[in-house]
């Protein structure tokens, strides 16, 4: 805590002198510091800084010190929940993203199709036409692909060019800030589900501040790899935490993130199963539209 200087001020306000027992304890460090202080290790080199689709002067800005590490964390998870990546086309379908710097879905998605090896793969900005054919030239092989995209794009795809899949995996990441009207996550689904067809579209859930993703396969409940941990905390009062099956306000715990800040307070509600899985239900009254994370759930 003490290579941390952001982190391990804001510690000590809140133990007052005090060590963690258990991870209850530990505090976990406000999103919105990443606005506006330098969330790093003390002698770390910076690597690459990732940026939050926030308008400029409000973004959120993650000091990467080792690129090694998040890309080991999204391929070990990518590989825990869908498999081995060369036996995917990866397609993608995030415009804004694609065209604005310090995006770490983009550096994501970037690995992803290049490890994919396959042809096809490859970004389509806002090409749907060509997105469509190079999706029917795929099916028609019968070729496993995986299709990520931000939902507003989704949504103009499902509107423009509908057709039914079998072999294709929809992975929605969000919406962006004022390019579409606000949906329910479950409208969002529907529509998308009755355009191609398919029983279940999945999600993505992670963003700027964290170096490792969850995954929803179905019904918006999400499932982490080992070394995530989601928390909720009590919405009225920040320090406790709520349990299973209650709705407050998700901390995250990414081992991946060690050399910024691993124990974070989103601005994301939403709830924790049992079984280590959690959904998100909505963001805070008073919390900025998230660029990756639009739409009410």
Not at 89 to 99: A, D, G, H, T, V
């Amino acid at each position: 805590m003490e290579n941390n200087p952001t982190y391990a001020a804001y510690a000590s306000l809140i133990l007052k002198g005090s060590s963690p027992k258990n991870i209850f304890e530990i505090p976990f460090l406000p999103i919105a510091f990443f606005k506006t202080q330098q969330i790093i290790c003390k002698g770390q080199k910076i690597e690459e800084i990732f940026l939050s689709s926030g308008t400029t002067g409000n973004q959120s800005k993650h000091l990467v010190s080792d690129l090694s590490l998040y890309k080991k964390s999204f391929e070990k998870a990518f590989e825990l929940f869908y498999g081995n990546v060369e036996d995917y086309c990866i397609l993608s379908l995030l415009p804004n993203y694609r065209e604005r710097e310090g995006s770490s879905l983009i550096y994501m998605v970037d690995e992803l199709i290049a490890q994919s090896k396959h042809e096809k793969s490859g970004f389509y900005l806002n090409n749907y036409k060509k997105l469509t054919e190079t999706i029917s030239e795929l099916e028609a092989i019968g070729q496993k692909t995986i299709l990520i995209g931000v939902s507003y794009a989704l949504l103009d795809l499902a509107e423009k060019f509908p057709q039914k899949l079998k072999n294709t995996i929809i992975i929605e990441t969000g919406g962006i800030k004022g390019k579409r009207k606000e949906l329910l996550k479950e409208e969002l689904h529907k529509i998308l589900k009755n355009a191609f067809g398919l029983e279940n579209i999945h999600s993505e859930y992670g963003m700027t501040e964290l170096l490792s993703q969850s995954y929803s396969k179905a019904e918006g409940i999400f499932y982490s790899p080992s070394w995530k941990r989601v928390l909720i905390r009590d919405v009225h009062d920040p320090l406790s935490f709520v349990g299973n099956n209650k709705t407050g306000g998700i901390n995250i715990i990414d081992l991946a993130n060690i050399h910024s800040c691993s124990f974070i307070a989103t601005e994301d509600l939403g709830e924790s199963y049992d079984d280590g899985s959690f959904a998100v239900l909505g963001r805070f009254d008073n919390a900025d539209v998230r660029g990756c994370n639009l739409l009410i759930q």
